[in-house]
């Protein structure tokens, strides 16, 4: 016979130390494997009656791992016991000479022989159940309180739980799943339950929120993790958008910085409006792209350059952003939407005729750059447009030519109240070409410099802004975007409603594109004002994912009213406890806390957020 060449496949060392422990130690009390260490507790009573659920109250016990063995036993043995008890507890009952110990043999009798019908009569089937579970920690001193929550889950329970002394070893191997069950431990931990207690005790149920895919969000109010893929769609979730809303102190940012950098590690883009500063360092420790946008020579966005703008939807009620006048939906006819927009935003003094005028400017300007109702943009460089500088060149060339004194004296208006955005202290914002320009996955547009400007300014930078952002998230379908718009109230001009039209189309038809918003104020008064409510309403109500923190107030009342919370859920938010939450993902609701690792913390900086 022909000898068969065999080729020895080497061990893989990497592999084999990275699932294997270090090393193994077992004491009286403990076992330590590798650099964990803890003890296993064996169930050795349980209750007589339980509710729904019970089981999983024990399998669900932060920081521990739980076994249980379940094997089917012979009916007819059973029933031939369970008789003997019920006899040998009614002559207990009888002949008891106080009345606690009559009560306690006359109601352990009751329970066996209901336990004997099910089995006898009803076909219920029963078997042998052992439960160990171990508390493992990194040290002493967190193996202390894990303990004591094991004990403690063990007595609400009703349960009676025995640390397995000296069996330490074997229990470890009940345990693992490489072991078969112990015979030993099995003797000490096994007792009789019907399948019905042990199916209804839930045991395989889990506490927390998981996806099946994303990644670690924070922990639930029992302690059990709450894993969220937030692109995940289907069911009840339709976008990915979020809502994170609570007063001032409570984790908002330290929230929103942790699901920066959980996305940022999935390969999402990432786009920050931050009128704080909190996010510059996070920004550069991820090696991201700083921007200043209040007045920074690479913070520039040019407003005359043309930008894809989110449209309404077929069926969209109440005011439209965009209607056709005549010209065509083509690239530069939406655009001088958003231009008549950015106009009445910086002077809201501005008439219709003086949009009137000014849009004929607009349109004369463009022309001279080649730009028409048909051009196609999409080759069109930033250099390639036209900047406020050329169209105050056409407005004095009309100003000089018109006879007309009632249009002269509109130009003169027009000239005036554009001089601070041309020659002013303005034009370093707007009068240039666009300087921004981004190779990184993470980009910080900050805009605290406009903090002691006018409400003017911010609302026109913050439009802005948010045109050039739309235009990064609707560039490329395939490529997962996240805005985070912090202090989104900046953002709300009661006067001029179109620019938060802007913002609800663009959360309405992000889910169109791989794209997502997240709007986090303190205060959802303000976007329930009456004077803006219809559009408001809708940035509150649209995101699948909404992170309520603490609040207080009208506040609290009017998102009481908005997501129609319990009266358990109002008491958790007014208790304004720092890194607690209630998340509302779909039709889901749980109490949530973001229980973040060092590591994490070290990114976020200085500037809130810890």
């Known amino acids: 016979m022909s000898r068969k060449n065999t080729e020895e496949i080497p061990v893989n060392g990497a592999l084999l130390n990275s699932i294997t422990p270090i090393g193994m130690e077992f004491k009286k009390n403990t076992i330590t494997v590798g650099e964990s260490m803890g003890r296993v507790y064996g169930i050795v009573k349980y209750p007589q009656s339980a509710d729904y659920g019970w089981l999983s109250k024990l399998t669900n016990i932060p920081s521990t791992v739980a076994s249980i063995t379940f094997t089917p036993v012979d009916d007819s043995i059973f029933l031939e016991s369970l008789s003997n008890t019920i006899k040998q507890k009614r002559g207990e009952a009888e002949s008891a000479k106080d009345a606690l110990t009559a009560s306690r043999a006359k109601r352990a009798a009751d329970d066996a022989e209901k336990m004997m019908i099910q089995v006898d009569q009803h076909g219920e089937k029963i078997g042998a159940m052992s439960l160990l579970v171990a508390p493992l920690t990194r040290d002493e001193k967190l193996l202390k309180k894990a303990c004591q929550k094991v004990e403690s889950a063990i007595a609400v329970a009703k349960c009676k739980g025995r640390l397995l002394s000296s069996l330490q070893k074997e229990s470890f191997k009940q345990l693992s799943p490489f072991y078969t069950s112990n015979e030993k431990i ?207 060149e056409i407005i004095e060339e009309k100003k000089t030519r018109e006879l007309d004194p009632n249009l002269k004296s509109l130009y003169v208006d027009i000239s005036l109240l554009l001089h601070d955005l041309i020659f002013g202290s303005d034009q370093f914002l707007w009068n240039g070409h666009t300087s921004i320009s981004t190779q990184t996955r993470c980009v910080c547009l900050d805009t605290h410099d406009l903090q002691d400007t006018s409400d003017n300014i911010k609302s026109t930078q913050y439009f802005t802004i948010l045109q050039w952002a739309w235009e990064q998230m609707t560039r490329d379908r395939d490529e997962r975007v996240l805005l985070i718009s912090d202090e989104a109230y900046l953002m709300i001009d009661h006067r001029v409603p179109q620019s938060l039209i802007f913002l609800r189309n663009a959360v309405k038809r992000a889910r169109k594109y791989e794209a997502a918003i997240a709007i986090i104020s303190h205060s959802v008064v303000d976007f329930l004002d009456p004077s803006v409510k219809m559009y408001g309403q809708a940035l509150l109500d649209i995101p699948c994912i909404k992170i309520l923190m603490g609040t207080d107030g009208k506040n609290l009342q009017e998102t009481k009213e908005l997501y129609k919370l319990t009266e358990a859920e109002e008491e958790l938010l007014a208790a304004k406890r720092r890194k607690v939450a209630l998340l509302i993902i779909g039709s889901k609701r749980l109490q949530i806390e973001f229980d973040l690792p060092e590591y994490k913390m070290k990114y976020f900086g200085k500037a809130g957020g810890k």
Request: proline share 4%; with cysteine.
């Open 186 to 392: 099995e003797q000490i931990t096994q007792r009789i339950l019907p399948l019905s207690s042990f199916i209804g005790g839930f045991p395989f149920a889990s506490t927390g929120l998981n996806d099946g895919r994303g990644y670690y969000f924070a922990k639930d109010a029992s302690g059990g993790l709450v894993v969220v893929d937030p692109w995940m769609r289907g069911g009840d979730r339709t976008n990915s958008n979020m809502v994170i809303m609570g007063v001032g102190g409570v984790g908002k940012s330290t929230a929103i910085k942790h699901i920066i950098m959980a996305e940022y590690m999935r390969g999402t883009k990432i786009i920050i409006i931050d009128p704080e500063s909190e996010y510059k360092e996070l920004t550069r420790n991820l090696q991201g792209d700083w921007l200043n946008c209040g007045g920074g020579i690479k913070g520039r966005i040019n407003p005359l350059q043309i930008k894809l703008v989110p449209k309404d939807d077929e069926d969209e009620d109440g005011e439209r952003l965009y209607k056709d006048e005549g010209n065509g939906m083509g690239a530069l006819a939406l655009h001088m939407k958003s231009l008549e927009i950015f106009f009445k935003l910086y002077k809201p003094s501005f008439t219709d005729k003086h949009m009137a005028l000014i849009k004929m400017c607009l349109i004369e300007m463009y022309e001279k750059f080649g730009i028409t109702w048909d051009t196609d943009v999409t080759n069109l460089k930033n250099e390639d447009y036209p900047i406020f500088t050329d169209l105050n």
